[in-house]
């Protein structure tokens, strides 16, 4: 079955702190990997969409990693603002089964505290 | 462009009564799809259109009917709510061809029912 773990469920940071979030995905055969950053009562914001052939992804203080080959992805954010708190949600797709197959991961709920 | 729009934004229901949750996209997507985000699970598919007057079933489709009858609308509806039902929902499109497997997926900003 089709799955994406991601870790740590929740993590508070001090304003102006790096932080890495990490997801683990079984998703096979696999097409690319997803992270949206959800504000709270706000729909799910696409940050970076990376395929099985690109390493690092940048968007601004955001910046993705994949390693296709041990199923793994993080998302690194440099140098944290109040307005980062936020859940961030990886989507791992895979190419064959399902409806759209898109696997969501819970979450990693982040908060920024000044 | 408004993007996904997404109406009611709350709406609390008795058990049995019928509701639409409205979505409407302008940005002349193929895809559209309904989610359901429960605490604690991730975001799961409920049903999905890859255009006009073709409609499929999601992972929990159950207890929910669609129909896309134009490009720009794809309604989701309660036909007998049940607290089960209780979630917030999500519309998101994306564009045909690279839609569901590559392409980038615009949400709505999500509407809370409550059923009693």
């Known amino acids: 079955k089709n799955q994406v773990e991601q870790s740590p469920q929740s993590l508070i940071i001090l304003e102006g702190k790096n932080c890495t979030l990490q997801?683990?995905?079984?998703?096979?055969?696999?097409?690319?990997l997803r992270w949206y950053k959800q504000d709270t009562g706000r729909g799910p914001v696409s940050l970076t969409i990376?395929?099985?052939?690109?390493n690092t992804k940048s968007n601004g203080r955001y910046t993705a990693t994949l390693d296709a080959d041990t199923k793994q992805s993080s998302l690194h954010i440099t140098a944290s603002q109040l307005s980062d708190s936020a859940s961030y949600i990886c989507?791992?797709?895979?190419?064959?089964?399902?409806?759209?197959?898109?696997?969501f991961g819970k979450g990693t709920h982040l908060i920024i505290q000044p | 462009n408004a993007g996904v729009t997404q109406t009611p934004k709350f709406q609390v229901l008795k058990t049995g009564q019928s509701m639409t949750l409205q979505c409407a996209q302008d940005?002349?997507?193929?895809?559209m799809s309904w989610y359901r985000q429960d605490p604690g699970m991730g975001l799961r598919l409920i049903h999905y259109?890859?255009?006009?007057?073709?409609?499929d079933q999601g992972e929990v489709p159950n207890g929910y009917n669609v129909s896309r009858s134009t490009t720009e609308d794809f309604p989701l509806r309660l036909l007998s709510a049940a607290p089960s039902q209780t979630s917030v929902y999500f519309c998101?499109?994306?564009?045909?061809?690279?839609?569901?497997?590559?392409?980038?997926?615009?949400f709505g900003e999500g509407s809370r029912l409550t059923v009693l």
């Open positions: 998101a499109s994306s564009r045909a061809g690279t839609g569901t497997r590559s392409g980038e997926l615009f």
């Open positions: 990376m395929t099985f052939s690109e």
């Open positions: 940005m002349n997507h193929e895809y």
């Open positions: 259109s890859v255009g006009a007057g073709i409609t």
């Open positions: 989507v791992a797709v895979g190419l064959g089964g399902g409806a759209d197959g898109l696997t």
């Open positions: 997801c683990n995905y079984t998703v096979s055969p696999f097409s690319n």
